[in-house]
Structures are given as structure tokens and as C-alpha cells.
């Protein structure tokens, strides 16, 4: 019993040291730029090995310099209570783990049944989680892109964290100069310079629209710039850019 409690302690401990060396590096974050982010390292690793790192961009641009009708644009795109909620949209944190909990339970029950399916390859379910600004900048700064519960565990105490040693503002800020839109191109300038051929300081909103539309899958429709859909969602953002509240 002595060395199952002595293995419990060492876990939990060394579960303590990890949130604090998370919380040690968001507070840093306050006052500096991080260089990198887990994401990112992890993207660099990936076009290094594939020959292709020459198509790495990103430029960090302050605050005050990113135009409001981006900031807006992804706001209204992404996470439009940004401005007022703790971090988590709980509502749809409940509605994921509605999702995941039936995707699991169909999981065992075709497993039971002994499908071709699940024979195949018995894939486990996928994790849906309904993201803020902020869950999605804990994920890219720190973790991998596991769909598990125990990643999305350590995404909502980061998210937490965030919230807690960082103002809205800063928050908005990293995000927009370190999520992805597209193969190796990580935040607004970078981006706006790849599909515009301009500053970000000058994007037009519906240029901003445009840029918000891609953040759920980047690499995809840099593939479809002229996109019916694209262009489509990119008006209906554009409309919704004066109602968004930024910080």
C-alpha cells in the first residue's frame, strides 16, 4: 500500500510543478512576447523534415497596431462573448461533453457488437470542444493537439490561468500574433502579407472577414481562396464586425 501512496504523492506533485511552471510562464507573457509556441515548434519541426521550412512567416505586431476591424472580424467569428466570459463558454463546454459522451458510448457499442469497423481498427471517438479565443491560445502556447479528455482537462486550467495573470487585451494580442492561417503562416501580419500583399495595419473589414473565416482550418482554405463558401461567411462576418466587442 506504502508504494501505491508514494506513486499517488509523486504524480500529484509532479501535476503541481506543471501548473506552476505553466503559471510561471503565462505571467512572463505580461511583459514579454513569447518566441515561440508549442504549435508553432511543432509545425517547424514538420516542414524542417519535409525540405520546406523556407515557407515559415511570422512578424509580431503590437497591439495597437492590429486594425480594430480584425480584431472584431475574429471575435465575431470565433468567440463572440471573448470580451466578457472567464475563458469558457460553458454552455458549450456542456454540449461537447453531451457529443463526446454519446460518440463514446456508440464507440462501445459498436465494439461490442463486433462491427467491421470496429474490428478495422477500433478507432477511439473523437473529442469535440466548444473553444474560446482563450482556450485555443492555452492549446497553441503549451500542448499538443490530442483530442483526449485529459488534454482538454489541461486546456481549461491554462485557459484559467490566462485569464487570471492576463487582461483580455494581451490575450486577444498573443492570439493574433501566433494562430495559424495556413502552411507555416502564424498571425495577423504574416497573413494579411501572404493574401493581401499588405500590412495588417491596412486591411480592409472585409479583408479582415476573410482572414477571420479561415481560422477553423487554415491549412484547408488556403487551398480554396476563391470559395463560394469563403466568400459567403466572409460577408456575413463583415456584417457582424460593428456589433463585436473587443477589448
Not at 506543471?18 to 509545425?43: C, G, H, K, N, W
Not at 495597437?64 to 472584431?72: A, D, E, F, G, S
Not at 497553441?140 to 483530442?147: A, C, D, I, M, V
Not at 479582415?208 to 481560422?215: G, I, P, S
Request: aromatic residues 8%.
Amino acid at each position: 500500500m506504502k508504494p501505491l501512496l508514494r506513486w499517488i504523492t509523486l504524480a500529484l506533485l509532479a501535476g503541481l510543478a506543471l501548473q506552476l511552471y505553466f503559471a510561471a510562464r503565462i505571467a512572463l507573457m505580461a511583459v514579454a512576447d513569447p518566441q515561440s509556441t508549442a504549435f508553432q515548434r511543432s509545425e517547424a519541426l514538420r516542414l524542417a523534415r519535409s525540405g520546406d521550412i523556407g515557407r515559415w512567416r511570422q512578424e509580431w505586431v503590437p497591439y495597437t497596431q492590429l486594425p480594430n476591424t480584425l480584431k472584431r472580424a475574429v471575435i465575431a467569428s470565433e468567440d463572440s462573448g471573448f470580451a466578457n466570459h472567464d475563458g469558457v463558454d460553458w454552455t458549450a463546454v456542456e454540449k461537447a461533453w453531451q457529443t463526446n459522451a454519446a460518440a463514446q458510448e456508440q464507440a462501445e457499442e459498436r465494439a461490442y457488437r463486433g462491427s467491421r469497423r470496429a474490428r478495422a481498427g477500433n478507432r477511439p471517438p473523437r473529442i469535440r470542444g466548444g473553444s474560446t479565443i482563450t482556450q485555443q491560445l492555452a492549446k497553441n502556447l503549451f500542448l499538443s493537439g490530442e483530442r483526449t479528455m485529459l488534454r482538454k482537462g489541461q486546456e481549461l486550467v491554462v485557459t484559467v490561468l490566462l485569464e487570471t495573470l492576463l487582461s483580455k487585451r494581451r490575450i486577444l494580442e498573443l492570439y493574433l500574433n501566433s494562430v495559424e492561417w495556413g502552411e507555416g503562416i502564424f498571425g495577423a501580419e504574416a497573413a494579411a502579407q501572404r493574401y493581401f500583399r499588405k500590412p495588417a495595419a491596412r486591411l480592409t473589414a472585409y479583408e479582415a472577414a476573410r482572414l477571420a473565416v479561415m481560422l477553423p482550418r487554415p491549412k484547408y482554405f488556403e487551398r480554396l481562396p476563391q470559395s463560394a463558401y469563403v466568400a459567403g461567411r466572409a460577408r456575413t462576418i463583415q456584417a457582424r464586425i460593428a456589433a463585436a466587442e473587443a477589448p
